[in-house]
């Protein structure tokens, strides 16, 4: 039987065996971890690895951010909105829900009006080319020997103007182009659209009859909460006789679509008429409908309405007011052009307006290009200075000052007036012109700002 002393000895040498073997373990097991977590950290993606020496965090955008940005060499202004890296998918819809009531439809300044033409056509939509492929307009003046291109332009590179569509050579019958260029209008708070009108069936030379996009249009506009009035051609045969013919189809077939267009005058509301080369018919058969005494007057019925004339000479002021027109607008967006289009005519015109209770609605652009349908009309030509001369042309409506704003134009590409998105391109020997430096959407965001200053009735 072992001693006492011999048991002392065993348990103290065991104790010290287990001691040892479970501080190795512990080493062993320690070893192994640092060794397995330093491993699979190497695993881990680099957006969700912790960074450190003052790197920040990875924030990856969704899909859908990154095919919603283009840079200004796309000709798409990329309206960033700095994000900071760390707001959450609440507060980056609540920025987007904020931006959206900004732009929404019940802020669109209605005193706003942009002249637009659906005159545009694809071999997709409607079988051939319309517009796109304008012919170079020969010299208007006789003495002119000089040389100049003629012929036809080949769309779809190849089209008659100085700027190229973003959109594309687009034809007017797509509805999601229209779709497109309405909600650029809303975006940019303009609140009526003035389409270029032609009577069922008729059109100018280069394009197709345009009446059937007025229905469509008004569905649209009522999406976006814009108002729809119409810009009367010069159609063929245009008298006050079948002017009159025409207020009554208008009246039947858009009058009471809740986007058609109307002003308050009185106690009533009425729609509003552009009429263009109004001066082509004399005052005194413009009176027989606009006069209450006329023998076709329209005064008091069911077919009254805003009728604004086209104010080209100093002439036309006193030939507006006899013919007995509620105002007069300007057009033409190259400074100097006429005398209604020329700035410093426009506080007289203002003034004389006022004095006369008439309405005076001058017409801003843009700049003024269109040598590529008119080749031998550079003289007329306006550079847009990068913004410069349109805001100058806003300032000094403005200040005139004005109540109503017209913009020419949203999309006369042919002249070079369009606000619509421009892109850079080169097309054989031609460079088309851009907006560069800035983006395609620099001109709709001027609109923005200016028609924003007009509702505030602020000038800076």
Known sequence: MPTLRWVAVRLKRTASSVFLISFVTFILVCCFSYINNKSVGNKIHPAKRKTFNNEQNVHILPASKFA????????????????????????????????????????????????YYAWYGSPEFDGRWWHWNHEYIPPWDKNDHKVY??????????????????????????????????????????????????????????????DGSVPVLLEIAMKYGL??????????????????????????????????????????????????????????????????RGDLSVRNTELDAVFIALLVEYKHRFDIKKAGFDGFYTYFASNGFSYGS???????????????????????????????VRAWNSKNTQPRRNGVYYETAWRTALAAPSKYVSVTSFNEWHEGTQIE????????????????????????????KWSTLLANKTVS
């Not at 960033?80 to 987007?96: D, H, M, V, W, Y």
């Not at 858009?254 to 082509?280: E, Q, T, W």
Request: positive net charge.
């Open 68 to 115: 919603s940005l283009k840079t200004s060499t796309s000709g798409v202004i990329h309206r960033g909105i700095s994000l900071n890296q760390t707001q959450n998918a609440n507060e980056e819809r609540k920025l987007e829900e904020s931006l959206n009531q900004k732009r929404g439809k019940n802020n669109l300044n209605y005193k706003v009006h942009v002249f």
């Open 149 to 210: 291109p003629t012929g036809a332009h080949v769309p779809p590179e190849d089209v008659g103007a100085n700027f190229y569509p973003e959109l594309g050579p687009y034809s007017s019958k797509d509805t999601k182009i229209l779709d497109e260029h309405l909600k650029m209008m809303a975006d940019a708070n303009i609140g009526v659209i003035s389409i270029s009108w032609y009577p069922p069936g008729q059109a100018d030379e280069n394009g197709p009859p345009s």
């Open 227 to 292: 108002k729809i009035c119409l810009h009367v051609e010069p159609y063929e045969g245009r008298s006050v006789v079948n002017f009159r013919k025409h207020l009554k189809y208008v009246y039947e077939t858009y009058g009471s679509h809740p986007a058609y267009y109307k002003v308050k005058r009185g106690s009533r509301n009425l729609p509003l008429f552009y009429i263009y080369d109004s001066y082509r018919i004399t005052p005194e058969e413009w009176q027989r409908i606009f006069s209450s």
């Open 342 to 372: 020329s700035w410093k005519n426009w506080k007289s015109l203002a003034s004389y307006a006022f004095k006369n209770s008439l309405i005076f609605i001058p017409s801003v652009g843009p700049g003024y290009m269109d040598t590529r």
């Open 421 to 448: 998105p421009a892109i850079p391109l080169k097309c054989g020997n031609y460079t088309y012109e851009s907006y560069l430096p800035r983006s395609s959407r620099f001109y709709l965001d001027l609109t923005e």
